[in-house]
T-cell receptor, first 116, second 114 residues
């Protein structure tokens, strides 16, 4: 089937606004990950879901960031009171299972967030 | 904790020449190692992975990498560069069966000269 999709592909917002970024994983994948890629850097882990629950949110930078996956499929990353430093490409990935040698993560194209 | 260092943020090669991208890792336990490629406006795509089987790993598009524990390295090579290999390449590590997070290097951008 289709790969991981992310919407929107680009989002421009003003400082202080609220944004939601959506991720549709590959059908049947139980694990879902969010990463953030700042300019000139590799992706950095934000949060990981196993099913509906956030198994590890240790990478979220602060309490302005929140993510949900209510039905164990689509996930939404929510950022409140955006700051210019939040500007980055937000990547979503999914895998059939989490951990171990079968942990191939399939990445979406990302959402480029620009905070003015 | 684990980390990855990619030596060289930019590599330029001639078409037909050897491609060599360097990756060193640090890990407290035997790691799983990955190379991903990112083409412009596309998602990261897995090139190959090391999961404690053969130390020489072959991937897609004639890329291969060798795990050298003594050097804590996982360098990526391709014998003959094609124009289509122009992209950004990321080395990544995870800590094994109970770990799922990927820790990425900063990436190496490859340009191929005609």
């Amino acid at each position: 089937g289709a790969g991981v999709s992310q919407t929107p592909s680009n989002k421009v917002t003003e400082k202080g606004k609220y944004v939601e970024l959506r991720c549709d994983p590959i059908s049947g994948h139980t694990a879902l990950y969010w990463y953030r890629q700042s300019l000139g850097q590799g992706p950095e882990f934000l949060i990981y879901f196993q099913g509906t629950g956030a198994a590890d949110d240790s990478g979220l930078p602060n309490d302005r960031f929140f993510a949900v996956r209510p039905e164990g499929s689509v996930s939404t990353l929510k950022i409140q009171r955006t700051e210019r430093g939040d500007s980055a490409v937000y990547l979503c990935a999914s895998s059939p299972i989490a951990g171990g040698p079968l942990n191939e993560q399939f990445f979406g194209p990302g959402t480029r967030l620009t905070v003015l | 904790a684990q980390s990855v260092t990619q030596l060289g943020s930019h590599v330029s090669v001639s078409e037909g020449a050897l491609v060599l991208l360097r990756c060193n890792y640090s890990s407290s336990v035997p790691p799983y190692l990955f190379w991903y490629v990112q083409y412009p406006n596309q998602g990261l795509q897995l090139l190959l992975k090391y999961t404690s089987a053969a130390t020489l790993v072959k991937g897609i598009n004639d890329f291969e990498a060798e795990f050298k524990k003594s050097e804590t390295s996982f360098h990526l090579t391709k014998p003959s560069a094609h124009m289509s290999d122009a992209a950004e390449y990321f080395c990544a590590v995870s800590l094994g069966d109970n770990d799922y997070k990927l820790s990425f290097g900063a990436g190496t951008t490859v340009t191929v000269r005609a």
